[in-house]
T-cell receptor
Framework: AQSVTQLDSQVPVFEEAPVELRCNYSSSVSVYLFWYVQYPNQGLQLLLKYLSGSTLVESINGFEAEFNKSQTSFHLRKPSVHISDTAEYFCAVSGSGGSNYKLTFGKGTLLTVNP | DTEVTQTPKHLVMGMTNKKSLKCEQHMGHRAMYWYKQKAKKPPELMFVYSYEKLSINESVPSRFSPECPNSSLLNLHLHALQPEDSALYLC?????????????FGPGTRLTVL
């Protein structure tokens, strides 16, 4: 079984400031890791994923996350945020073997970008 | 087509009504999911279908009845719901139950039970 901890339930920042949203996971097996974003009144959109290979993964809109196996972390970062990045961000983990049907989500971090 | 669509967008129903939620994808995915999401919470898994067969039921009350008529379509039939069932209902799909578990989500149906 897996679990995910998102340490910050809310992160307020000013526009153009850097941001880090923290995610730690627990698993007894190898994992896949995901960040999903949910804008108000919308469904979840995949922001980025770690499956294997390079531990640094990037999205098309400037976010990046680094898989750190020793610290069991997958923190999300952006060097300069925009008002439009205001949303709920969910970190999720899945086992990488067998019939891995379940995504285990963290409780979410609400990122609020202020002008 | 890389989308998961859901209808209706909003639904208001009484506790004695029967209604259905619909989800559709044309990506050739063979696994489809229903989730329930309460405000300010992560999605909670309800059902998983694989190759049109129910694979997982996460102990969901029988007033929720899923159906997968074909590989592109997933329904959720609702009957005798309670006000606490009010939530955002999300559908998701993925290519199959093996592999990366990257799931593609629809926009959801906002359900209000009066």
């Amino acid at each position: 079984a897996q679990s995910v901890t998102q340490l910050d339930s809310q992160v307020p920042v000013f526009e153009e400031a850097p941001v880090e949203l923290r995610c730690n996971y627990s698993s007894s097996v190898s994992v896949y890791l995901f960040w999903y974003v949910q804008y108000p009144n919308q469904g979840l959109q995949l922001l980025l994923k770690y499956l294997s290979g390079s531990t640094l993964v990037e999205s098309i809109n400037g976010f990046e996350a680094e898989f750190n196996k020793s610290q069991t972390s997958f923190h999300l970062r952006k060097p300069s945020v925009h008002i439009s990045d205001t949303a709920e961000y969910f970190c999720a983990v899945s086992g990488s073997g067998g019939s891995n049907y379940k995504l285990t989500f963290g409780k979410g971090t609400l990122l609020t970008v202020n002008p | 087509d890389t989308e998961v669509t859901q209808t209706p967008k909003h639904l208001v129903m009484g506790m004695t009504n029967k209604k259905s939620l619909k989800c559709e994808q044309h990506m050739g995915h063979r696994a489809m999911y229903w989730y329930k999401q309460k405000a300010k919470k992560p999605p909670e898994l309800m059902f998983v279908y694989s190759y049109e067969k129910l694979s997982i039921n996460e102990s969901v009350p029988s007033r929720f009845s899923p159906e997968c008529p074909n590989s592109s379509l997933l329904n959720l039939h609702l009957h005798a719901l309670q006000p606490e069932d009010s939530a955002l209902y999300l559908c998701a799909s993925r290519p199959g139950l093996a592999g990366s578990n990257e799931q593609f989500f629809g926009p959801g149906t906002r359900l209000t039970v009066l």
